[in-house]
Antibody, heavy 124, light 112 residues
Framework: QVQLQESGPGLVRPSQTLSLTCTVS??????????WSWIRQRPGKGLEWLGYVYYSGGRYYNPSFKSRIDMSVDTSKNQFSLRLISVTAADSAVYYC????????????????WGQGTQVTVSS | DIVMTQSPDSLAVSLGERATINCKSSQSLLYSSNKKNYIAWYQQKPGQPPKLLIYWASTRESGVPDRFSGSGSGTDFTLTIHNLQAEDVAVYHC?????????FGQGTKLEI
């Protein structure tokens, strides 16, 4: 059974960088069948897709974040990561990592396994 | 970006009855080349991450009870839950995957 687990600081100061890591077990980030996505859920808002990274290092970001987001994959640790720079209070949210079936679904991104989510609060 | 709008925002349905949740997209999610609608539905129970229920508008994910069904085409889609059970209390989200950025509806809260 594939499992994903987010980790990282729960509190980030405004203008600083939010950094999260997702550790995958029961599956491999080196698979060419999946993308690895980040999705967030702000209080009272819908889910928001941030982007995905592929085992090769290829990535696609939501243009809403393009100037301040970076994702990477570490195949040796079976992890992938998110960095969001210059955060504000509007970036406070529950952040989820998810497996994206895109490459094995005709290039179509649906999210079949999710981490439990980690709350990140941006506050001084 | 494609905007996904769900209705209603919340609804209450009696046990054993049918629940209907709608999702409207700001542009067609139907690809003429393969006749597929690029929309998925998720269930999110309190304190849990979303769970994939349905994709391609009407294909149930493995293990999802057949009480859950999806329908619709183009810009109008419906998630129907027959014979509502207590464990179906959740927030339901639609998501398009027509082209990035992939966006979700605002969610519909289903109560008994």
């Amino acid at each position: 059974q594939v499992q994903l687990q987010e980790s990282g600081p729960g509190l980030v100061r405004p203008s600083q960088t939010l950094s999260l890591t997702c550790t995958v077990s029961g599956g491999s980030v080196s698979s060419n069948r999946y993308y690895w996505s980040w999705i967030r859920q702000r209080p009272g808002k819908g889910l928001e897709w941030l982007g995905y990274v592929y085992y090769s290092g290829g990535r696609y970001y939501n243009p809403s974040f393009k100037s301040r987001i970076d994702m990477s994959v570490d195949t040796s640790k079976n992890q992938f990561s998110l960095r969001l720079i210059s955060v504000t209070a509007a970036d406070s949210a529950v952040y989820y990592c998810a497996r994206d079936r895109g490459p094995s679904n005709g290039g179509s991104s649906i999210f079949d396994y999710w981490g439990q989510g980690t709350q990140v609060t941006v506050s001084s | 970006d494609i905007v996904m709008t769900q209705s209603p925002d919340s609804l209450a349905v009696s046990l054993g009855e049918r629940a209907t949740i709608n999702c409207k997209s700001s542009q067609s999610l139907l690809y003429s080349s393969n006749k597929k609608n690029y929309i998925a539905w998720y269930q999110q129970k309190p304190g849990q991450p979303p769970k994939l229920l349905i994709y391609w508008a009407s294909t149930r994910e493995s293990g999802v009870p057949d009480r859950f069904s999806g329908s619709g085409s183009g810009t109008d889609f419906t998630l129907t839950i027959h014979n509502l059970q207590a464990e179906d209390v959740a927030v339901y989200h639609c998501q398009h995957y027509h082209s990035p950025p992939f966006t979700f509806g605002q969610g519909t809260k289903l109560e008994i």
